[in-house]
């Protein structure tokens, strides 16, 4: 019921729209109990005692009760349909919203299609619960309760016959619920690994292609789909055994009623019009407990789907915000200074990966401070620590003296551009994914960037120009125009401190040249991290440092490293040699 009670929360803003939904529906359910008592009186009254003007004027009664219901069914269905879709855009936008806060660490041990998953489809499956299941709990409550007064009105010692099935249905009826929820919530999951393999083949089709793995992906969706279909196929046989015995219980109820209800009308106890109107009115208080069911089976889907949603919203940040923290009015400078900083991977003790030992350095605005070594050394997460990806362990990161845990995170992140490796641009236009650096920038300064990163020719040359669509993940545009975008984009933002993670390692010699020219327009009086694996790109590097697993082992320009003859030589050495080659 928690997932319930949360639910309800949501639907606050839609409250008017709810209440007046249901009252259509509640209308619109006691008027659809008239027409059996109307129909007792036609065989009683009119048919045995033949008076044709007492018909027209019952005929005319059953119509207006016929068009009343429509009536207030077109009602029910648009308010109620409000509410539903209202309750949907607001969950998956505060499920984005809080997936837009979580950190980085979130979605590094989570598949991204589950995520997906739990957005699109688990919030979709949460729109049953109103324009469904509430709907049909109250028409059935309404109907249950109008039809059991009308019931023992009528004849109360066929009402009591009635009830001998009840506790019978009701035990039904927990003990589907109970086994449902598992089923469900196991289903939830399946469909959820299908649509991370699907995400992961799309993302991954020109590996798929170039390794000729279509018919293995293919087997792998099949597998995946064949769990799905099982979990399916595993709710259908409980729903197929327990919904005849429902319907079992349920018939049995008329079976008595009709038998004992038979007799009374033989015997003069009971008149025919009596009896048609009883069965009539039961049939109507069976239905709503079958419709009970039905909801419930809704309930056991909806909640499944809940709690995977909630599970998302309510997720803690790992990196968060401290109460109080400042976003200073003087623009920051970029004076950025590590203080005996450990970071390890992992919360708890016994998890811990220690990444980082100890590492101090300090950089002024216009340095240019280059990390290199080997892959896993832990120089990536050095600069990752900069803008908060992650939180230090022990130590401190300052920014002109501040401590950064005691910056507001936008303000931080504000001031810090990364260059990467694997370029990302989003699915629009060239121009869109300039503004993204700054979206209140003018065309006219995306073009001055775009010049300034050396990209305006290329993008010039496209036929649609800055208008030009580049796909998804920019697979429109080769690397080195993709990562001269990225350039341009952060250029617009024209942060105080810079980080290019290995930017120009995937490109054509021509194309490296053209993007060094453009990182020298955007380091210019900023203080610049660079990983390098190319060394000769960072000889005028103000320092080096010199990184081996999680350490600074050697520290100081490129020509005082190569004298210490160290670690850094050595590297330098091998490089040159293959470079030869």
């Known amino acids: 019921m928690k997932s319930f009670r949360r639910l309800l929360d949501y639907l606050g803003p839609y409250r008017f729209f709810l209440i007046v939904g249901l009252g259509a529906a509640t209308v619109a359910t006691l008027v659809q109990l008239g027409p059996p008592y109307l129909i007792k009186i036609i065989i009683d009254k009119v048919i045995v005692q033949k008076n044709l003007l007492l018909l027209n004027y019952l005929i005319l009664a059953l119509i207006g009760l016929y068009l009343l219901r429509s009536g207030f069914t077109t009602l029910r269905l648009i308010y109620v349909n409000k509410v539903q879709q209202g309750l949907i855009l607001d969950l998956r936008n505060e499920a984005h919203r809080h997936l837009q806060r ?87 999951r399946r469909l959820a690994d299908i649509n991370a393999l699907l995400q992961e083949s799309i993302a991954g089709i020109r590996v798929i292609k170039s390794f000729r793995q279509e018919r293995y992906e293919q087997e792998r969706f099949i597998h995946k789909g064949g769990s799905y279909y099982r979990a399916n196929m595993a709710i259908v046989r409980l729903w197929a055994f327990f919904f005849p015995l429902i319907m079992l219980a349920s018939a049995l109820g008329t079976v008595v009623v009709l038998w004992y209800g038979g007799r009374a009308v033989i015997l003069g106890n009971l008149t025919i019009g009596g009896l048609v109107a009883f069965v009539s009115y039961l049939a109507l208080f069976y239905a709503p407990i079958n419709q009970l069911n039905e909801v419930n089976n809704i309930f056991q889907y909806a909640r499944a789907a809940g709690e995977r949603i909630f599970a998302i919203i309510d997720a803690v940040p790992e990196v968060k915000e401290k109460k109080g923290a400042i976003a200073p009015t003087s623009p920051l400078k970029g004076r950025v200074k590590f203080n005996n900083v450990d970071f390890s991977y992992g919360k708890e003790k016994k998890v811990q990966k220690e990444i980082l030992h100890q590492i101090s350095f300090a950089a002024n605005p216009g340095d240019l401070i280059a990390l290199v070594g080997a892959s896993g050394s832990g120089k990536s997460t050095i600069v990752s620590l900069i803008p908060r990806f992650y939180d230090v362990t022990s130590g401190s990161i300052a920014i002109d003296n501040y401590d950064i845990k005691h910056l507001k995170l936008d303000y931080l992140r504000q001031n810090v551009g990364m260059v990467l490796q694997e370029p990302f641009l989003f699915n629009g236009t060239i121009l869109e994914n300039i503004l993204f650096g700054r979206p209140t920038a003018s065309r006219e300064e995306a073009i001055e960037v775009a010049k300034t990163a050396n990209a305006h020719d290329f993008i010039t040359r496209l036929l649609h120009g800055y208008e030009t669509e580049v796909g998804e993940r920019g697979v429109k545009l080769s690397v080195g125009e993709k990562q001269r975008i990225t350039i341009a984009r952060v250029i617009l933002k024209d942060p105080p401190i810079l980080i290019l993670d290995e930017a120009t390692s995937s490109v054509d010699s021509e194309t490296e040249i053209l993007i060094q020219e453009a990182l020298e327009r955007l380091m210019k009086g900023k203080a610049s991290f660079v990983i390098a694996h190319r060394l000769s790109t960072i000889r005028n590097a103000t320092r080096i440092l010199v990184i081996s697993d999680g350490k600074i082992v050697e520290e100081g320009t490129h020509q005082e490293l190569l004298a210490k003859r160290g670690h850094y030589s050595h590297l330098y050495q091998i490089q040159f040699q293959v470079e030869n080659v």
Do not use: C, W
Not at 112 to 139: H, K
Not at 155 to 169: H, V, Y
């Open 102 to 188: 979580l950190s980085l660490s979130y979605f590094e041990k989570r598949q991204s299609g589950r995520i997906v998953s739990r957005v699109i489809n688990d919030v979709e499956a949460l729109q049953a619960v109103v324009s469904t299941g509430a709907v049909t709990l109250t028409i059935a409550l309404v109907t249950l309760l109008g039809s059991l007064i009308i019931l023992i009105r009528l004849n109360l010692k066929l009402t009591l016959l009635a009830m001998i099935p009840i506790p019978g249905l009701v035990f039904l009826v927990a003990t589907f619920s109970k086994r449902a929820h598992k089923g469900y919530r196991q289903m939830r």
